[in-house]
């Protein structure tokens, strides 16, 4: 048995630029400059997703900078960025609302185990073959959950008697609750946050160095700042949530929750939505920055980056940690060059939360609402989704049943039963590119394997030839009962010819062998050819070789050809 390397798993890109000594201080200047780009970039963001997500402005940072930091020491991408990001929103809010923040650190830190070992496994290649419509489907339906949780800052709502309004979890419970007090709307915060839409939304017109929700937390705070002071018109802040935010933010100590068995069966559920979402969208930025680059980055070496960042970064009060790709793209754009710029961005970060703060506590909730239903929009993917209606029912089923279960159920039904239908898309597919089929009459015949000289020769009455296209798995294994059912001849030998086999499965090996019991008991001789050396090792291990002899087995029709003749004659 060959023993396991680490290394054929787990080489982070910074790693490797120090092995090679291939850094120089331009590519530092170049790094660091993007990398304070992209904490500009990331202040804002980390703000309104820790808060959006039920946790503190606080713990929105500290993931951008304690996971922005590991995914960039440890990945396996040279521009990923890492942080909170939207699409986890929803499923963090659930998560705290059932088993409070105890709960997120267990099925955090469940989730990066997850995510460590798919990438040991070398898992990682096959997490980006997600089918589109799933990806569509549930990205949109995030996009349309995170919409929905802002409406109440975003238009200032609270109940028709006065008191804060308590907005249930569920979608269209939400929606009648919204619609109840809809009387009560505040305009001055529904002007701030139309302001900060229209800035998200226009600014990057004037420049792309510095992102609009940045410019729109300023002027939105001092105008919030403004209508106290001069008018007495009072608009809800931070502060008024967050008070402790006045006295600074010292870096928090380490917290260890209470590890249960118990605990651990009922967020794993949860936790495995983390990770595969975690999964998928670090993954699918990573792909996108290599499209831009031309570079390539290792995915099993990123989600176990990925993964140690979730298994770490709870315990210090953080939020689950993936790739962003708005904020990896402005790495690229900025002109970051190695993991070193994500590096900068979780320093910037740590110098802001230590020393700006208290800043926070004057920026209005109804901004960061503006910001996050800006955030939605370009989640939404509505083109694409669009797009996709026009495709065949079966991706347009796809696409609607993922979005619907995400809007109206959770993230959790919509992710398990998405990777179900893709496995089952996957299983379809290949099916319909496989199968079984008897040849008749002539087969083309070549006098061994390197010969370029084709023949036709007539197939002999007393030779039954089965051709397997594709592999040889559960999903056409029992064809093989089918065809010699409908086959009303009795014939001496049955060729079986696997060239086109790449792999066989256990159910496949266990028709195989019945087909070779059954024919015994006929008195009909089975003969393997075009069997490929993997598949014939795979016969071997099996203990398939008992059902059948090895000198019926052959790597062309040639050879089988020879010895079905050798047999009749006899």
Not at 79 to 93: K, L, R, Y
Not at 221 to 241: H, R
Request: include cysteine; aromatic fraction near 10%.
């Amino acid at each position: 048995m060959a023993k396991f390397d680490i290394r054929e798993v787990f080489q982070p890109k910074l790693f490797e630029l120090i092995k090679n000594r291939s850094y120089s201080k331009k590519l530092f200047f170049q790094d660091l400059i993007a990398g304070i780009i992209i904490g500009i970039v990331a202040i804002p963001l980390a703000i309104a997703f820790g808060i959006a997500s039920g946790v503190s402005p606080q713990q929105g940072l500290i993931t951008a900078i304690i996971g922005g930091f590991i995914v960039s020491f440890l990945g396996g991408s040279n521009f990923q960025i890492g942080g909170p990001t939207g699409a986890f929103i929803v499923i963090i809010a659930g998560i705290i609302a059932e088993f409070g923040i105890p709960g997120l650190i267990i099925a955090t830190v469940l989730a990066g185990v997850i995510l460590i070992l798919i990438g040991v496994l070398k898992l990682g290649d096959f997490i980006k073959f997600m089918p589109y419509p799933i990806l569509v489907g549930f990205t949109s339906g995030i996009a349309v959950v995170i919409f929905s949780t802002q409406i109440k800052d975003f238009f200032g709502l609270t109940s028709i008697d006065g008191s804060p309004l308590m907005v249930p979890s569920e979608f269209l419970d939400k929606w009648v609750v919204y619609f109840q007090n809809f009387s009560t709307i505040n305009i001055w915060a529904t002007l701030i946050a139309v302001i900060t839409l229209v800035i998200a939304f226009t600014w990057q017109k004037v420049t792309k160095k510095i992102p609009g929700s940045l410019i729109a937390i300023i002027l939105c705070t001092v105008l919030a700042l403004v209508l106290k002071n001069q008018f007495n018109i009072e608009v809800a802040t931070i502060g008024n949530k967050y008070p402790e935010l006045s006295g600074g933010s010292p870096l928090p100590s380490p917290v260890v929750p209470q590890i249960t068995i118990k605990s651990i069966r009922l967020l794993l559920s949860p936790a495995f939505t983390i990770a595969m979402l975690c999964a998928i969208e670090s993954l699918m930025s990573a792909m996108v920055a290599d499209g831009v680059t031309g570079k390539k980055h290792h995915s099993n070496t990123e989600l176990i980056g990925q993964g140690v960042a979730n298994v770490i970064v709870p315990f210090f009060g953080g939020i689950p940690v993936t790739g962003a790709i708005a904020r990896t793209m402005t790495n690229i754009n900025n002109g970051g060059k190695t993991p070193v710029a994500g590096i900068v961005h979780a320093v910037f970060l740590l110098l802001i939360y230590l020393f700006l703060m208290p800043l926070a506590a004057y920026i209005p909730f109804a901004c960061l609402a503006g910001i996050l239903v800006f955030v939605a929009y370009n989640m939404s993917e509505w083109r694409s989704f669009r797009a996709i209606l026009k495709d065949p029912i079966s991706d347009v089923l796809v696409l609607l049943v993922t979005f619907f279960l995400t809007v109206i159920f959770d993230l959790t039904i919509a992710i398990q039963i998405g990777l179900l239908i893709a496995a089952v898309l996957f299983i379809k597919r290949v099916m319909d590119t496989s199968g079984i089929t008897v040849i008749e009459n002539e087969i083309k015949r070549t006098e061994d394997q390197e010969s370029q000289d084709i023949k036709i020769e007539q197939i002999p009455e007393k030779i039954e030839i089965f051709e397997i296209d594709g592999p040889f798995f559960f999903g056409i294994a029992n064809t093989f009962d089918e065809i010699s059912y409908e086959t009303k001849s009795k014939p001496k030998v049955r060729i079986i010819r696997m060239r086109k086999v790449p792999f066989i499965d256990s159910t496949g090996l266990k028709n195989l062998a019945s087909l070779c019991s059954k024919s015994k008991k006929e008195k009909i001789h089975v003969i393997l050819s075009g069997v490929s050396p993997e598949v014939h090792e795979t016969l071997i291990k099996s203990g398939f070789l008992k059902y059948l002899d090895d000198e019926f087995i052959f790597d062309h029709i040639s050879k089988a050809l020879d010895k079905a003749n050798e047999i009749i004659a006899k």
